[in-house]
């Protein structure tokens, strides 16, 4: 089957891809998240890579689990069939879905609670295996959803909405999959869409597990990569007024910065992230300098971002499993039932 | 004189390759047309502790376990005493007088042959010897028995095809044991093996063997699963066929995906991915298994996604008995999962219904849109079982339910993933990729109404709920009927059962009979229970449900779906891990009927 | 005149800061003695949706929801239809007139307030400008409802105590609302409150918070949890409660261990093994949670683990309703995990009970040595509640069970864990640890004997399996028993309800008798369920069982564990999420009754 | 409660430790696995280790998951308390148990199974915690108890039983454990019980969590570390006789080697396995350095044996938790329970 679609009627000024679309074509329903969330960035990011990709919609599957990040899905592609599924088991289902159709592109959305927590091991097994898709992971080191527990990629120096201190260590998402053998490996901001499309273009058109870690601030329950003091300033301000349940309403966040630069942006809880785009210069294809680039980096308290690690020789899974061409899910009797004369020569075999 | 009707039983020490050994004696005499029902009983390790074979011929066809061994080749010391205790008086034993060389027992009769002093002047290598060892009780009980020694020797010609040293020293093996016995003993015994037809065209396979072919029929092609025994051997038989049928003759690639996943809630979590994205998919496990699985279960019943479970039941709870049968999972199956759900379910009864039912369990989840567990078992699934041979309607088509493709959709004027078009509470589906600018939906967990869109409104979530009931309804009327042990009911007392027990209840019922205790059967064979099922219960006084757990699962689904006053239903529950034995149901019914109280002392004229 | 008897409800947008100023609301009624039933019914996001909160205030204690609004806020365009649609004729509707101006309905009365200009003329943060709307609001609301300005002013000071320049905005933006009310309109209206002491010494909190309170007072040590609305907050109470009264003096270090675990397994396997080590444990959870513990608690149940688990339930199947509430875990929670397995279940209905209930847990659990799941929902864990003040027995020391010390130990001849010493199936544990030679086992989920040894006997697997259901039987006497809605059963017809349901039932057994249907009711608490269960059941020709779920999983419980003919037990289900009303309850009924078909037409004289 | 363990009647000659005990003393029931298992030898180490620190065993809690090496706990210290768990889940139980009583020793023992598939998230979480516990896995590279189906931890070459390749990369358990923060982390061989014990004694005595990665032959599902050769190996060799079922007896594997060197440890399916043992100079103290070290000698072919990390500073979960000294176990109503006064005063608050 192919399909050409028929644009609809759109705005003559309104710029097209290839494909006849305008972005129009690429939005999905009107988001419910705060004002101001960094995920919303991130939704907005993807559809413009899949615009200029000149990607049709509907040849993308949009899987997530639970939780404000697991909802984005909902806010991008309205044309694309979406799977808000459990929490923290997206790449599970992302694997499977992958198999029954090899020709589909496949985008996985999940939040630092969902990939680090509860799906930490799924989401390992998925990097082992090479699925090929993209799996971006809306990190803001806290529970968004459930209001604002700390996630295991939260700071250790943190401190929460209650004042309570993260005494544990935070995992990088981003280091973990370069151990355990991601083909791309990439850290973006939500604010930066400058950085951030090109590397979902780039994951996006690549063979195998693709792993974007974007750092995407909450700005409701904002206490992720922050001093010791973010709370307590909150806390201060906050205490002028009544409401224990009051969302202010933010701007959203933005950066833009070159290669190599670093970059001190201050989050809405006043503390500061201090960014380091790497340099054109990095070496993308050695694993161990990555991790340990990024580590060395991460002691002196930088979070460093771009494609961090990319291997294009490695099998993805349709190929370790070494699939047929042909999607799983178009094979019909002919293609998969053997012939009445074989199943008696099974039972003949079986006397 | 017990020919053709009898029970052998080996003792081994496991990892001995006895298992090997003891499955050639009953094939060999499944091939002479006796029936046989071998059943081996296996510890949870892998080498060193007690093992056990049985093999029950029985001309008449009565495939049930039953007790009082006939013949005990007693191979293992540590188990002796309770393996010598269970032979039937005017029984034998077979043991190496290597070692063993007195007897306390004066009503059987020991026969003592020095296997390993036999094997170890041939063979040098402790690996042979020990194997050979194995070869030789073969040759032994081919000559007891009165097996032909024709069919033993092609059967290993066969297995060693092309390995022409393998062949010799098997043949030599299966001589040493077999002559030494003919000269030594006065052959065969009068338990003995006699060539007959009572076999027609069965076949001889294991449930698990048996439903793996079914998804390879069916035409699934997505597997993940997790190992866990017993189904472990469910999903390598799928692979071991598919690389023998789905290979794409042009191109070497394969046509069908199998994944060992991380673990239960991954190997569910992708055949349930696939399920959505249009393959047929499945994964298979037991106990722990099952219980891991409920939240992902939920979620396919919510969001209406085929997928099929094969569930291997073994002896629970937690990690219990793993290598020991039961059918202890029906309450957690059927209502798997937290809030409202229910979920159809299948009861194959012997290796060919296993294969039907794979088949049947596909068209069942794609047509109902939802998981489909079929409950096996570790006595139907890992046991050879004399089965009718497998057999499918190559003019029938899958049955893929009602998906939309891109014509489909343009037909449409605005696609409702979950409106009941068709007023059977069936919703159409899509599959992604299909259309450029309709179909697209989101599946989602959570609460959402006919277009799939997300909503807190709960009187459109309590529609929703309701449809799924009606849906449920629906299956009703398609999945497989029970089937009855009399062509009219004539008792009073009736007789529910499902699954492996099946195998005892035709004996069970005859020695009712015997005690004048008559009593009609049906057999269950899905949930939810098709209408004639209630009809079975109402027309008889009282009915017992026959069951390997021990709270009376089913029994408790009857009750619940059936709507049916509990006192008419007296549970028949033997959970001890073995497959049941007609004796042991006859003496529960005739207690349950004799003392009158839980049977209300209706026996039948 | 509806004083002291009226619905108030409040429309607003979610993170607008409004659920504290309506709970100021309901607060200052119950202060002024009049019971109130707040409902914060709230999207499933965090920032930017509809939300509501009704207010029911009566003096009469009749608590349950009740649909028809006497007094709407209406704060939020996006849900105005609705909300103007839900008031009752001859009600009232407070809006912000700085945006709206005209009006459909003509049988309700408008009353406009500049909200929105008043405050801004005061106010010029914006984030200000929000929250001394939502304060303005309630200013108004003193007026027209003529509550005690001075108990607002007094909670206000309290509130903000220390910060001056807070207690002083927001005594002004009140002042703003109330003093333009008063000048503008004839205050109060008819629906208004007037000091009473109809409330006594009860008190006003959340259920949640009442069951943290009782984890605390129980001695529990070790709390692991994974997020989950709606049981978060059980947890979190329970850690705010700890930091206040768990904390060493000398040293400032803690008694208590909190883990928030990375998932519902680990939080589960946390408790158990903090059990296992004798410390009292327990994990809080919600709807998929409960999915994912089933092997766990499997583990428990046959290994004989005390561990106390909280399920606030929620709208389910899947992730389902995540902010609604409902009664649907019954069957999953009672028979959760793989194989025969069942679980000790309480059912409080309030958030006294909470505490009560959750101080009953830790000592029934350690008794019993099983996981006991204390089954709250939505409506009681997340609401304030009036209700009877907390209260404990100072005397009463905890049920640690059957623990041998060393003494112990050693006046026994040999140890064996799973033995049934005194004939209640309630075998003895020692802790790890506890003496240098005797005493050690090893726990496990496979089949053991009675010393804890590995064992595939299953005949002794039997033995120890019915042990566990004597034991079970044994707790059937020790768990909470039943209570009444009445002193004798005069009526053929009778009505079983449990939990959050509760709070409907009274008003609804009045307006049955209003109807002239004569009704009488039993409150479950547990499972297993006490023997005067079924005497209940068994009096009555008819029995109603309410509850909040589509499959009607407590009438199942009820027919399966007490061999009830289905045909006593009619279903009142509803399940749309919102709390029960007694109007809904009694439709259904009087339906039933009236139409003769479910209850058969036993209508009462 | 404090005890004088009374020793037992013993022959005069056994040596005995401070406690008065015998290696006996410290022994299980017998052994349930195959001849020449690893996992025996690994139990044998755990004996002389407690019986050379002078344990108590009564004072030692062994927990584990599910799986050939999970059933070990009830082959060693019988005096001790044991909990065989569900398969995978042990890192919780024993991080309850844990704070339950923080005054006894944890050993888990647990199989690459159960650890790096089902388990890896619990077990990530639990070096994260920094779970004051040793964690031993006996590593076969196969699932054993369920009859030889590849691990996660499994060479990415290998051949299985059945001759399937395995095509995912394997997961290293110790280079994930450094990662995320564990304080101990070690590599062993059954086979070396002179580099094992003191590496296990070194860990009994660690505060905090506690890794040893022990490589652990299982002798019947032989597949892993393995060349492309081995399986072809020894199918060919296998089909000479009857069995599948059948498990050759085998002896138990050692090894002997000093530090820095290298050496090639011959299998039971006749393949090699090259292990190198840690240098003396080699630096403890540096995560990145260590994660490097191991990359690169895996490149090469090696496994690197010995104590790859160690960290002394870090505070353990109970301190992390600031939790009294006084077992939580033992604390009673008095020190638990708040007064009536305190409840009437809870009561007052909220009318
Ligand atoms: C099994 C299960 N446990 C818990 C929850 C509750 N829950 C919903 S979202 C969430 C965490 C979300 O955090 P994250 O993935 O970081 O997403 P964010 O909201 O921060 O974007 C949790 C715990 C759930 N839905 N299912
Ligand atoms: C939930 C669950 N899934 C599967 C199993 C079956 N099972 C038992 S042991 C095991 C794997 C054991 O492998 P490993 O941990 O490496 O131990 P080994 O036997 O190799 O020492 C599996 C899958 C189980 N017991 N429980
Ligand atoms: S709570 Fe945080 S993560 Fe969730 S929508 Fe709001 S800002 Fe975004
Ligand atoms: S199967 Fe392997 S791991 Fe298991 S006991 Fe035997 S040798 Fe050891
Ligand atoms: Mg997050
Ligand atoms: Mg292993």
Redesign the interface.
């Given at each position: 089957m192919s399909f050409v679609s028929k644009p609809r009627f759109h705005h003559p000024r309104l710029p097209r891809n290839a494909l006849g679309l305008t972005r129009r074509d690429y939005e999905g329903a009107m988001s419910t998240l705060c004002a101001g969330c960094g995920h919303d960035s991130v939704s907005a990011a993807i559809i413009e890579a899949c615009f200029e990709l000149d990607l049709p919609a509907h040849r993308l599957a949009k899987l997530s689990g639970i939780g404000c990040s697991s909802k984005t899905p909902t806010y991008f592609l309205s044309k694309s069939h979406g799977f808000n599924s459990v929490h923290g088991r997206m790449a599970s289902v992302a694997t499977g879905a992958n198999l029954a159709n090899r020709d589909l592109t496949y985008v996985g959305v999940s939040g630092d609670g969902d990939t680090a927590s509860i799906g930490l091991g799924q989401f390992a097994h998925a990097v082992r295996r090479q699925v090929d898709m993209l799996y971006v992971v809306e990190n803001n080191g806290t529970y968004g959803l459930t209001k604002g527990q700390f996630s295991a990629t939260n700071d250790r120096v943190s401190v929460g909405r209650k004042g309570q201190r993260n005494a544990f260590e935070a995992i990088d998402l981003a280091v973990m999959a370069i151990q355990l053998g991601a083909s791309f490996v990439a850290r973006g901001f939500s604010g930066d869409k400058d950085q951030l499309v090109p590397l979902i273009k780039a994951a996006l058109t690549h063979r195998g597990f693709a792993f974007i870690d974007v750092i995407s601030p909450c700005v409701t329950f904002n206490n992720h990569f922050g001093s010791t003091k973010s709370f307590e300033f909150v806390r201060d301000h906050e205490h002028s007024v009544l409401a224990t349940d009051y969302v202010p309403y933010h701007e959203t966040i933005t950066a833009s910065y070159a290669e190599g630069e670093v970059i001190d942006v201050t989050l809405h809880n006043q503390c500061r992230l201090r960014l380091r785009k790497l340099d054109s210069d990095y070496d993308h294809g050695d694993p161990v300098g990555a991790v340990r680039y990024i580590m060395d980096r991460q002691a002196q308290g930088e979070v460093v971002t771009g494609l961090l690690y990319l291997d294009t020789g490695d099998d993805d899974l349709r190929e370790k499993l070494e699939l047929t061409s042909r999607p799983l899910n178009s094979l019909d009797e002919d293609a998969l039932r053997p012939s009445p004369e074989v199943l008696e020569s099974i039972n003949a075999s079986l006397r | 004189m017990k020919t053709n009707e009898f029970v052998l039983k080996f003792a081994n020490v496991?990892?001995?390759?006895?298992?090997?050994?003891n499955a050639l004696v009953a094939r060999a005499i499944f091939?002479m047309g006796v029936p046989v029902a071998p059943k081996n009983i296996f510890?949870?390790?892998?080498?060193?502790?007690p093992t056990w074979f049985e093999v029950r011929a029985s001309a008449r066809g009565y495939l049930g376990r039953r007790e009082g061994i006939d013949l005990m080749v007693a191979m293992n010391p540590q188990s002796w005493d309770d393996d010598i205790a269970s032979i039937v008086p005017g029984g034998y034993v077979l043991y190496d007088n290597t070692f063993i060389q007195k007897f306390e027992r004066s009503d059987i009769t020991p026969i003592g042959v020095p296997l390993t002093r036999l094997v170890n002047k041939r063979f040098e290598i402790?690996?042979?010897r020990?194997?050979?060892k194995?070869?030789a009780y073969v040759g032994v009980l081919a000559a007891l028995l009165g097996i032909d020694v024709g069919i033993l020797e092609e059967m290993?010609a066969r297995?060693?095809r092309g390995?022409d040293?393998?062949i010799r020293?098997?043949l030599e093996a299966l001589a040493i044991g077999r002559n030494y016995t003919l000269e030594t003993f006065d052959c065969p015994l009068d338990v003995r093996v006699e060539a007959s037809d009572a076999v027609g065209?069965?076949?001889?396979?294991e449930g698990n063997a048996a439903a793996g072919?079914g998804c390879?029929?069916?035409?699934a092609?997505?597997a993940?699963w997790?190992?866990?025994?017993p189904s472990?051997s469910l999903a390598?038989a799928f692979e071991r066929f598919c690389s023998r049928?789905?290979i794409?003759e042009e191109?070497?690639?394969?046509?069908?995906?199998?994944?060992?996943?991380?673990?239960?809630?991954?190997?569910?979590?992708?055949?349930?991915?696939?399920?959505?994205?249009?393959?047929r998919?499945f994964t298979a496990t037991s106990?722990?298994g099952?219980?891991?699985m409920?939240?992902?279960l939920?979620?396919a019943?919510?969001?209406e996604i085929p997928v099929v479970l094969f569930n291997i039941q073994r002896?629970?709870?937690?990690?219990?008995?793993?290598?020991?049968t039961?059918q202890?999972?029906i309450?957690?199956c059927a209502?798997?999962?937290?809030?409202?759900?229910?979920h159809v379910l299948l009861f194959p009864a012997d290796p060919a219904e296993c294969f039907e039912f794979a088949i049947e369990a596909f068209d069942l989840a794609e047509r109902v849109q939802t998981p489909v567990i079929v409950m096996s078992d570790l006595d139907i699934g890992m046991n050879d079982w004399t089965t009718r041979?497998?057999?499918?309607d190559?003019d029938r088509?899958?049955d893929r339910g009602k998906v939309l493709?891109?014509d489909g959709l343009d037909a449409v004027e605005r696609f409702g993933r979950y409106l009941d078009v068709d007023g059977d509470g069936i919703p159409y589906r899509t599959?992604?990729?299909?259309?450029?600018?309709k179909g697209?939906?989101?599946?989602?967990?959570?609460?959402h109404d006919e277009y799939a869109g997300?909503t807190?409104d709960?009187?459109v979530?309590?529609r929703v709920?309701?449809r799924l009931?009606r849906k449920f309804d629906t299956a009703r009327s398609l999945v497989p009927a029970p089937v009855y042990g009399q062509d009219t009911f004539g008792a009073t007392l009736g007789l529910i059962h499902f699954g492996s027990t099946g195998a005892a209840i035709p004996e069970a019922l005859e020695m009712l009979t015997n005690r004048r205790i008559r009593v009609d059967s049906m057999r269950l064979r899905s949930f939810p229970f098709p209408a004639e099922v209630a009809d079975f219960i109402l027309a008889h006084e009282k009915v017992f449900v026959v069951e390997q757990?021990?709270?009376g699962?089913m029994r408790?689904l009857l009750?619940?779906e059936c709507?049916?006053?509990?006192?008419r239903l007296v549970p028949i529950l033997i959970?001890?891990?073995?497959p049941v034995t007609a004796t042991r149901v006859t003496e529960l019914i005739a207690a349950a009927v004799g003392h009158g109280s839980a049977a209300g002392g209706s026996e039948a004229a």
């Amino acid at each position: 089957m192919s399909f050409v679609s028929k644009p609809r009627f759109h705005h003559p000024r309104l710029p097209r891809n290839a494909l006849g679309l305008t972005r129009r074509d690429y939005e999905g329903a009107m988001s419910t998240l705060c004002a101001g969330c960094g995920h919303d960035s991130v939704s907005a990011a993807i559809i413009e890579a899949c615009f200029e990709l000149d990607l049709p919609a509907h040849r993308l599957a949009k899987l997530s689990g639970i939780g404000c990040s697991s909802k984005t899905p909902t806010y991008f592609l309205s044309k694309s069939h979406g799977f808000n599924s459990v929490h923290g088991r997206m790449a599970s289902v992302a694997t499977g879905a992958n198999l029954a159709n090899r020709d589909l592109t496949y985008v996985g959305v999940s939040g630092d609670g969902d990939t680090a927590s509860i799906g930490l091991g799924q989401f390992a097994h998925a990097v082992r295996r090479q699925v090929d898709m993209l799996y971006v992971v809306e990190n803001n080191g806290t529970y968004g959803l459930t209001k604002g527990q700390f996630s295991a990629t939260n700071d250790r120096v943190s401190v929460g909405r209650k004042g309570q201190r993260n005494a544990f260590e935070a995992i990088d998402l981003a280091v973990m999959a370069i151990q355990l053998g991601a083909s791309f490996v990439a850290r973006g901001f939500s604010g930066d869409k400058d950085q951030l499309v090109p590397l979902i273009k780039a994951a996006l058109t690549h063979r195998g597990f693709a792993f974007i870690d974007v750092i995407s601030p909450c700005v409701t329950f904002n206490n992720h990569f922050g001093s010791t003091k973010s709370f307590e300033f909150v806390r201060d301000h906050e205490h002028s007024v009544l409401a224990t349940d009051y969302v202010p309403y933010h701007e959203t966040i933005t950066a833009s910065y070159a290669e190599g630069e670093v970059i001190d942006v201050t989050l809405h809880n006043q503390c500061r992230l201090r960014l380091r785009k790497l340099d054109s210069d990095y070496d993308h294809g050695d694993p161990v300098g990555a991790v340990r680039y990024i580590m060395d980096r991460q002691a002196q308290g930088e979070v460093v971002t771009g494609l961090l690690y990319l291997d294009t020789g490695d099998d993805d899974l349709r190929e370790k499993l070494e699939l047929t061409s042909r999607p799983l899910n178009s094979l019909d009797e002919d293609a998969l039932r053997p012939s009445p004369e074989v199943l008696e020569s099974i039972n003949a075999s079986l006397r | 004189m017990k020919t053709n009707e009898f029970v052998l039983k080996f003792a081994n020490v496991n990892g001995s390759g006895s298992a090997s050994a003891n499955a050639l004696v009953a094939r060999a005499i499944f091939r002479m047309g006796v029936p046989v029902a071998p059943k081996n009983i296996f510890p949870s390790n892998i080498q060193g502790l007690p093992t056990w074979f049985e093999v029950r011929a029985s001309a008449r066809g009565y495939l049930g376990r039953r007790e009082g061994i006939d013949l005990m080749v007693a191979m293992n010391p540590q188990s002796w005493d309770d393996d010598i205790a269970s032979i039937v008086p005017g029984g034998y034993v077979l043991y190496d007088n290597t070692f063993i060389q007195k007897f306390e027992r004066s009503d059987i009769t020991p026969i003592g042959v020095p296997l390993t002093r036999l094997v170890n002047k041939r063979f040098e290598i402790p690996r042979e010897r020990q194997l050979f060892k194995n070869v030789a009780y073969v040759g032994v009980l081919a000559a007891l028995l009165g097996i032909d020694v024709g069919i033993l020797e092609e059967m290993i010609a066969r297995q060693f095809r092309g390995k022409d040293d393998a062949i010799r020293a098997n043949l030599e093996a299966l001589a040493i044991g077999r002559n030494y016995t003919l000269e030594t003993f006065d052959c065969p015994l009068d338990v003995r093996v006699e060539a007959s037809d009572a076999v027609g065209d069965s076949i001889m396979i294991e449930g698990n063997a048996a439903a793996g072919l079914g998804c390879l029929f069916a035409g699934a092609t997505v597997a993940a699963w997790y190992p866990i025994t017993p189904s472990t051997s469910l999903a390598e038989a799928f692979e071991r066929f598919c690389s023998r049928y789905r290979i794409e003759e042009e191109t070497g690639k394969r046509a069908y995906a199998i994944v060992q996943a991380e673990d239960e809630l991954a190997a569910i979590g992708m055949a349930i991915g696939a399920g959505w994205n249009g393959a047929r998919a499945f994964t298979a496990t037991s106990g722990p298994g099952i219980s891991l699985m409920g939240e992902f279960l939920g979620l396919a019943y919510f969001a209406e996604i085929p997928v099929v479970l094969f569930n291997i039941q073994r002896g629970g709870p937690s990690t219990g008995m793993p290598t020991r049968t039961q059918q202890s999972d029906i309450i957690s199956c059927a209502y798997a999962s937290h809030g409202d759900t229910r979920h159809v379910l299948l009861f194959p009864a012997d290796p060919a219904e296993c294969f039907e039912f794979a088949i049947e369990a596909f068209d069942l989840a794609e047509r109902v849109q939802t998981p489909v567990i079929v409950m096996s078992d570790l006595d139907i699934g890992m046991n050879d079982w004399t089965t009718r041979p497998l057999a499918t309607d190559p003019d029938r088509r899958f049955d893929r339910g009602k998906v939309l493709d891109a014509d489909g959709l343009d037909a449409v004027e605005r696609f409702g993933r979950y409106l009941d078009v068709d007023g059977d509470g069936i919703p159409y589906r899509t599959w992604p990729g299909t259309h450029p600018e309709k179909g697209a939906f989101f599946s989602r967990g959570t609460s959402h109404d006919e277009y799939a869109g997300y909503t807190e409104d709960g009187t459109v979530n309590v529609r929703v709920m309701e449809r799924l009931l009606r849906k449920f309804d629906t299956a009703r009327s398609l999945v497989p009927a029970p089937v009855y042990g009399q062509d009219t009911f004539g008792a009073t007392l009736g007789l529910i059962h499902f699954g492996s027990t099946g195998a005892a209840i035709p004996e069970a019922l005859e020695m009712l009979t015997n005690r004048r205790i008559r009593v009609d059967s049906m057999r269950l064979r899905s949930f939810p229970f098709p209408a004639e099922v209630a009809d079975f219960i109402l027309a008889h006084e009282k009915v017992f449900v026959v069951e390997q757990n021990r709270d009376g699962q089913m029994r408790s689904l009857l009750i619940n779906e059936c709507d049916i006053d509990p006192a008419r239903l007296v549970p028949i529950l033997i959970f001890d891990g073995f497959p049941v034995t007609a004796t042991r149901v006859t003496e529960l019914i005739a207690a349950a009927v004799g003392h009158g109280s839980a049977a209300g002392g209706s026996e039948a004229a």
